[in-house]
């Protein structure tokens, strides 16, 4: 069974960092793209950044292009998401989403989310 | 980027009856990389249908989608209570992946 457990989310204020994780299981890590996607409270989905398997192709968001970077640790099952001068736009619940085969920007598995909050 | 608008905003019907969801795309949509998720209040989305009209794993065949281009349809044959949640188109072809703002699917 496919399993996508975030973390790190929290109360953080505007400028300041955050780092988020998630934690795959199910499935053979290193064979899939993963990604962030976020929904701020009440609204849609927003495709944030995406990793392909090796690291190799990376793309971002416009609006946290610059702020937001993306990684991961195939030796650990884990995708990142380190998150700098944060905004109160910012303020959403993140999923991490894996990516189908064949398909890296289709999402078949999602995590429950982590829920990020920035505010003074 | 391809900005997708989802209509209508709400649908009110009742169990039993179909439901006709659009999509319309700003441009073309390559391939027909259209997907649909559902997503019912506190649930992570779900995929439904991938590449416009493919069911995913698991996903009754009271659902089904169609179109091309630019635009797109999520049909719900017969409206189960499990059925009403919010609908999110999502365009995968073109870079950046983007989404429509969402249907709402409530019970009437």
């Known amino acids: 069974e496919v399993q996508l457990v975030e973390s790190g989310g929290g109360l953080v204020q505007p400028g300041r960092s955050l780092r988020l994780s998630c934690a795959a299981s199910?499935?053979?890590?290193?064979?899939?793209?993963m990604h962030w996607v976020r929904q701020a409270p009440g609204k849609g989905l927003e495709w944030v950044s995406g990793?392909?398997?090796?690291?190799?192709?990376?793309g971002y968001a416009d609006s946290v292009k610059g702020r937001f970077t993306i990684s991961r640790d195939n030796a650990k099952n884990s995708l990142y998401l380190q998150m700098n001068s944060l905004r109160a736009e910012d303020t959403a619940l993140y999923y991490c989403?894996?990516?189908?085969?064949?398909?890296?920007?289709?999402?078949?598995?999602w995590g429950q989310g982590t829920l990020v909050t920035v505010s003074s | 980027e391809i900005v997708l608008t989802q209509s209508p905003g709400t649908l009110s019907l009742s169990p039993g009856e179909r439901a006709t969801l659009s999509c319309r795309a700003s441009?073309?949509?390559?391939?027909?990389?259209l997907a649909w998720y559902q997503q019912k209040p506190g649930q992570a989305p779900r995929l439904l249908i991938y590449?416009?009209?493919s069911r995913a794993t698991g996903i009754p065949d009271r659902f089904s989608g169609s179109g091309s281009g630019t635009d797109f349809t999520l049909t719900i044959s017969r409206l189960e209570p499990e059925d009403f949640a919010v609908y999110y188109c999502?365009?995968?072809?073109?870079?950046?992946?983007?989404f429509g703002q969402g249907t709402k699917l409530e019970i009437k």
């Open positions: 989403a894996k990516a189908a085969a064949g398909q890296v920007n289709l999402f078949d598995y």
């Open positions: 199910g499935f053979t890590f290193d064979d899939y793209a």
């Open positions: 990793i392909s398997w090796n690291s190799g192709s990376i």
């Open positions: 441009q073309s949509v390559s391939s027909s990389y």
């Open positions: 590449g416009a009209s």
């Open positions: 999502q365009q995968y072809g073109s870079s950046p992946s983007t």
